[in-house]
């Protein structure tokens, strides 16, 4: 689709136009609409929207992380009515061409979930490659009742970001807790490097370590609280491995932390690697009585696809 669709760079002004794009994105849970603002004031991200005849209808960031050698792309978003026409392909044609002249840059990372339907394109496999799979649960609970079910505190410790960033001098500990090599973090991906800690700051994750972890046994936790349209979400990521008897004392701290903020059901989403072993998550949901839902997002995807600085020359004409 060419015909007089214009791409340009987008700001704070075009808040309302790109919410307006799709407001039905993972169910009500869509992160944007509090991180948008953000997003646009960054000087490490660029923002990039398609217009029709005066109308917004397709959305993408980027952002560069890895010490700036890779493209994190961001929230694509294209109106329902023009899917599939090659909108996203424009945006990234035009950011392509932008970040050509940058020769640090070497990769663009994105992730999908399961509901996005070019997971299973052929051409889209062809480009990218996958770096890693995580399982993704999804509950609703009520915080005060949960914490009723609850009674024993944790004993994990919550540990800076900056903390968090000198782990990744313990080589051991990294292959025990990212056999992939890479944190994630609200669908980013991100490598084990202190030039990403700032990225991993963005997000104000609370931290927790489980006791003996730095001898290569228990768990970490990346817990992240996010507004979204229908309420307040929980993101759990879980990394290593654990009974469940110790994840469970560890939820209720988290979930005493989120007491005081609403006093709305909470949506849960945890994530853990496909090495850990997610029955050990799904029995203490279920001990808690969480309620299920179904759940559309079932795993998240990670790519990684090469970077062609050629690509401003194809797109001169
Ligand atoms: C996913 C979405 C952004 C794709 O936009 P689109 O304009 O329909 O896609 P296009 O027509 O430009 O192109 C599809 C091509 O882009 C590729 N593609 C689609 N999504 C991609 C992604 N996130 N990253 C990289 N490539 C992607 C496809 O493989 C396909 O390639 P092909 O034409 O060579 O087969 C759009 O369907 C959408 O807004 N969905 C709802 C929101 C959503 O799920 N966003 C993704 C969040 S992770």
Not at 13 to 39: C, R, T, W
Not at 89 to 107: A, G, M, T
Not at 185 to 191: A, E, P, T
Not at 199 to 210: C, E, G, M, N, T
Request: charged share 25%; aromatic share 10%; with cysteine.
């Amino acid at each position: 689709m060419d015909d007089g669709v214009i791409v340009r760079r987008a700001s704070v002004e075009d808040y309302n136009a790109v919410m307006d794009i799709n407001k039905h994105v993972y169910f009500g849970l869509d992160y944007i609409p509090s991180q948008y603002l953000d997003m646009a004031q960054d000087p490490d991200f660029a923002l990039y929207v398609c217009e029709h005849e005066g109308k917004v209808i397709a959305f993408e960031a980027v952002c560069e992380v890895n010490g700036g050698h890779t493209l994190m792309m961001r929230s694509a978003r294209v109106h329902q009515d023009y899917q599939g026409r090659g909108l996203l392909l424009k945006l990234r044609k035009q950011i392509e061409k932008d970040f050509s002249r940058n020769p640090l840059v070497h990769s663009i990372a994105s992730s999908l979930a399961a509901t996005v339907k070019y997971r299973e394109n052929a051409s889209f496999l062809a480009k990218n490659t996958l770096m890693f799979e995580r399982v993704l649960f999804y509950h609703t609970c009520n915080i005060h009742e949960a914490i009723e079910k609850t009674t024993v505190k944790s004993n994990a410790q919550q540990i800076s970001s900056q903390e968090f960033c000198n782990l990744f001098e313990n080589e051991k500990l990294m292959k025990y807790l990212f056999p992939w090599q890479r944190v994630a973090i609200n669908s980013w991906h991100l490598r084990l490097i202190a030039e990403n800690r700032r990225h991993i700051d963005r997000q104000k994750p609370v931290i927790f370590i489980s006791q003996g972890l730095e001898q290569c046994g228990g768990f970490l936790t990346l817990g992240l609280v996010i507004r979204v349209p229908v309420g307040l979400a929980l993101h759990l990521e879980i990394y290593g491995s654990s009974d469940d008897t110790e994840l469970e004392k560890h939820l209720y701290s988290q979930m005493l932390a989120v007491r005081g903020l609403t006093s709305e059901k909470v949506h849960l989403m945890s994530y853990c690697e496909t090495t850990l072993e997610p029955s050990v998550i799904s029995k203490l949901y279920a001990r808690l009585e969480f309620d299920v839902m179904d759940n559309p997002f079932r795993t998240l995807q990670f790519f990684e696809e090469d970077f062609h600085p050629d690509v401003a020359e194809s797109t001169k004409s």
